[in-house]
């Protein structure tokens, strides 16, 4: 009878040390992917937290020129770039008004103002939204 006890209690430990393990790399692996998942996110709040742009003025002569200063300490691509002109999103040409001395020019570093040349206007009230990667955007109220 000692040895079947013996046997039992044996084959249950093992048991339970396979459990407890299995356990374990499960909880280890789920931690690892819930903070993967947390580092991924704290990234893209910070990258949001550091873009912003301003709009400086709005001349809306032949076609509705708009300065926007990169206001933020992130590098926007023009590509990330939506206007809207009294709520329509409208089609824009993107210049830098005075390009950095960096290398790539095709970027809009900060503290560069960029030019979006977009369609005429009719006299009266206007607003112009400006939009850039995340969700970053301002607005600008001007008459014509």
Same mark, same amino acid.
């Given at each position: 009878m000692g040895f079947s006890v013996t046997a039992t209690h044996l084959i249950l430990f093992i048991a339970a040390i396979t459990i407890a /393990?299995? &356990?374990?790399g499960i909880v280890s692996e789920t931690a690892d992917m819930l903070k993967l998942g947390?580092?991924?996110k704290s990234l893209s709040a910070m990258e949001t937290i550091e873009t912003d742009i301003k709009i400086l003025h709005v001349d809306p002569s032949s076609h509705t020129l708009i300065y926007v200063?990169?206001?933020?300490? /992130?590098? &926007?691509?023009?590509n990330s770039i939506a206007v809207f002109l009294?709520?329509?999103?409208?089609?824009?040409?993107?210049?830098?008004v005075d390009r950095s001395t960096n290398i790539d020019n095709s970027l809009w570093d900060p503290e560069e103002v960029a030019l979006l040349n977009t369609t005429a206007v009719s006299s009266g009230k206007h607003k112009v939204k400006v939009v850039v990667q995340k969700g970053i955007s301002d607005e600008y109220l001007f008459n014509k």
């Open positions: /393990t299995s &356990i374990v947390m580092q991924k200063l990169n206001s933020g300490s /992130t590098i &926007i691509d023009p009294d709520d329509v999103w409208v089609d824009f040409t993107f210049g830098i």
